[in-house]
């Protein structure tokens, strides 16, 4: 399996709050990318990396915002939770435009 | 707009048949395409990577083909098991960026 985390798995948090979920890898990929998924609209992109403190937004990133300071960690802000932000979050790592690799997933609910 | 369809969205079949997922694309200036296995509650395992050169690539009982100019690549399973029950994800990297495009997935099951 390639080395990526997710952090953490599982989480249940209150509407309003702030949430950080993290993703950290040991094959030192230069891209990173935040995805969702939901029953009918599959896979969606919240955010990328595609390097050190390079990021860019994907088709869904209101409401999201992301860092990354070191080439390992990418961390996905929630800045104030939502009912609609309750979703399965997965991180991908990849080198380049090759194959790529998936964490096994954060499942959020915010009540 | 640069989107991925798979159809069907679910596909039932007795073990031992040979069994074609499609997954089409709106854009055929690709990079390459990929295609991912996901059960239940589990990440995505990549199954194969072909590249916009190829026209095909082959891992074991699979078999991926890409055709560009029609936007549409094929995921043959051989022989297929109860173990191939799952969903299967098809994920484009265009040429504009270095961002992957799924599709929905196809999920299927094999009865033994």
Known sequence: ?111 | KQEVTQIPAALSVPEGENLVLNCSFTDSAIYNLQWFRQDPGKGLTSLLLIQSSQREQTSGRLNASLDKSSGRSTLYIAASQPGDSATYLCAVDWNSGSRLTFGEGTQLTVNP
């Not at chain 1, 969702?36 to 969606?44: N, S, T």
């Not at chain 1, 991908?92 to 194959?99: D, F, M």
Request: proline share 3%.
């Open chain 1, 1 to 111: 399996d390639a080395g990526i985390t997710q952090s953490p798995r599982h989480k249940v948090t209150e509407t309003g709050t702030p949430v950080t979920l993290r993703c950290h890898q040991t094959e030192n990929h230069r891209y990173m990318y935040w995805y969702r998924q939901d029953p009918g609209h599959g896979l969606r992109l919240i955010h990328y990396s595609y390097g050190v403190k390079d990021t860019d937004k994907g088709e869904v990133s209101d409401g999201y915002s992301v860092s990354r300071s070191k080439t390992e960690d990418f961390l996905l802000t929630l800045e104030s939770a939502t009912s609609s932000q309750t979703s399965v979050y997965f991180c991908a790592i990849r080198q380049g435009n090759t194959e790529a690799f998936f964490g096994q997933g954060t499942r959020l609910t915010v009540v």
